[in-house]
């Protein structure tokens, strides 16, 4: 508790107004959070490393509990209420912390909500989610799972880093990041993986700028794994963005072969490109393409040994990062979205080489988004069978109870939400009607 004292005392009353501004921006959910944190953060240089800190943990602590702080401040409570419940509630302030920083007035209220109390609450409320998406939850959990899930999800997540195997090993990383002092541990699960105590700033460390390591969740670099893309083969990873998954494909090819890096995003792609740079690798082709069943995708057909579907979805897997994405996705937008990662499935299968390998991924906990959307492409597409993920990391060192398909979820694994199944066109079915 005295280290939040101590971090309270230096709060000045123009951080708090500030933090009240951007907090109002966010919950307008007009963008996404992350977005509106680096845009004030661009427009206002002079901020220090520790007051960005605090507006952007403050922000993001009351996005992941607000619906429990509209129960302690009131439905209508303002952004500026709404802030003071979570230092008096969420960061226990004492009272003398508020001396400065607000009114006479406003100190009788924040002391009258300090000692407020609560009823239990329906699961929703205690879970911290819309209602829609816990009835969504609980259709597959029982409710003190969905409960657990949620709790791991309103916690801020560690920072994870993926070692660029074609210029670095990992114990190398990890020595040299504990001599400069940085707390690293291997990752248990993934072999290319090192997980950091605390935020520490990076984009400026030479290991970094030098290509040793990215940074990528130890969850997303198992999906990597599933893919185990060979040195010379031709891979394309359909849903590229900014590359996260690309760069660890293209490491593990050891920089040989083609690596396609789709996306219809130019200004994700764009993304991609500093970080090739600093990847050294020369195997990856970015393309931009109109949607699925662009013509550059199709110049394909049948070629790939290997395809990653990373499908767009609603990301709720991620809330541990982006926790405004649970109050700006909505039934309608999931319902869209499933259309969608249907068609890119369909399109993508049709890259794949009889004898290779397709991999669907998401972020998402919900099953219309998963086992749902790959049980009506394997009903559709007889070519393709189910490979056991469970064996496919097995086979590269990664003991996993996960079964056929792999589910990864913060309270059971630490990493953010993930699902993915591996499958494989069948060589002999000579022209399935799949396609
Ligand atoms: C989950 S993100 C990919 C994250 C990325 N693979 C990584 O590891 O950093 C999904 C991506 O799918 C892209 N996308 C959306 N619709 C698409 C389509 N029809 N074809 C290909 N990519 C699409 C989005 O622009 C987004 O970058």
């Given at each position: 508790m005295q280290k939040t004292v101590k971090a309270a005392e230096a709060i000045s009353r123009g951080l708090i107004i500030q933090t009240t501004q951007v907090l109002g921006t966010v919950l307008s959910f007009e963008h996404p959070a992350d977005a509106v944190l680096s845009r004030h953060f661009r427009e206002n240089r002079d901020l220090g490393h520790r007051d960005r800190g605090f507006i952007a943990e403050t922000v993001y602590g009351i996005v992941r509990r607000l619906r429990w702080?509209?129960?302690?401040?009131?439905?209508t409570a303002t952004p500026r209420q709404l802030l003071l419940a979570w230092l008096a509630r969420g960061e226990g302030w004492p009272m003398r912390q508020f001396e400065g920083l607000a009114s006479a007035t406003e100190r009788d209220w924040i002391e009258s909500i300090k000692s407020a109390t609560l009823d239990e609450g329906t699961v929703a409320?205690?879970?911290?989610l819309p209602d829609w998406l816990t009835e969504r939850l609980l259709a597959s959990h029982d409710e003190a799972a969905v409960l657990q899930l949620a709790y791991s999800l309103n916690r801020p997540a560690p920072l994870d880093l993926r070692v660029n195997v074609l210029k670095a090993d990992r114990d190398a990383v990890l020595a040299k990041l504990n001599e400069d002092g940085f707390a690293a541990e291997a990752c248990t699960m993934s072999p290319q993986g090192i997980r950091l105590a605390g935020k520490p700033a990076l984009q400026k460390y030479?290991?970094?700028?030098?290509?040793?390591?990215?940074?990528?969740?130890?969850?997303?670099?198992?999906?990597?794994l599933l893919v185990q893309p060979k040195r010379s083969e031709l891979v394309v990873d359909f849903c590229a963005g900014a590359g996260g998954k690309t760069l660890q494909l293209g490491a593990m090819m050891r920089s040989t072969g083609r690596l396609y890096a789709f996306d219809v995003s130019e200004k994700r792609l764009a993304k991609l490109k500093p970080r090739m740079a600093r990847s050294g690798l020369s195997n990856v082709h970015p393309v931009l393409i109109a949607h699925e069943n662009d013509a550059k995708v199709k110049r394909?057909?049948?070629?790939?040994?290997?395809?990653?579907?990373?499908?767009?979805?609603?990301?709720?897997?991620?809330?541990?990062?982006?926790?405004?994405?649970?109050?700006?996705?909505?039934?309608?937008?999931?319902?869209?979205?499933?259309?969608?990662?249907?068609s890119i499935l369909a399109a993508a299968a049709r890259l794949v080489r009889p004898g290779g390998r397709l991999v669907y991924a998401t972020c998402s906990l919900l099953a219309e988004e998963n086992d749902a959307v790959v049980d009506a492409f394997l009903a559709a597409n007889p070519?393709?069978?189910?490979?056991?993920?469970?064996e496919v990391l097995e086979r590269q060192g990664v003991t996993l109870a996960t079964g056929e398909r792999l589910r990864l979820s913060p309270h059971e694994h630490n990493t953010d939400g993930f699902f993915a199944a591996v499958l494989e066109r069948q060589s002999s079915v000579p022209g399935a009607a799949d396609d």
């Open positions: 702080l509209r129960r302690i401040a009131g439905a409320e205690r879970a911290d030479p290991l970094f700028l030098e290509g040793g390591f990215e940074v990528q969740d130890e969850g997303s670099q198992l999906l990597g394909l057909a049948g070629k790939a040994d290997r395809v990653l579907v990373d499908a767009p979805c609603s990301g709720l897997g991620t809330l541990r990062r982006n926790p405004d994405l649970k109050w700006r996705q909505t039934p309608e937008s999931v319902d869209e979205m499933v259309v969608k990662q249907g070519a393709f069978k189910a490979v056991s993920a469970q």
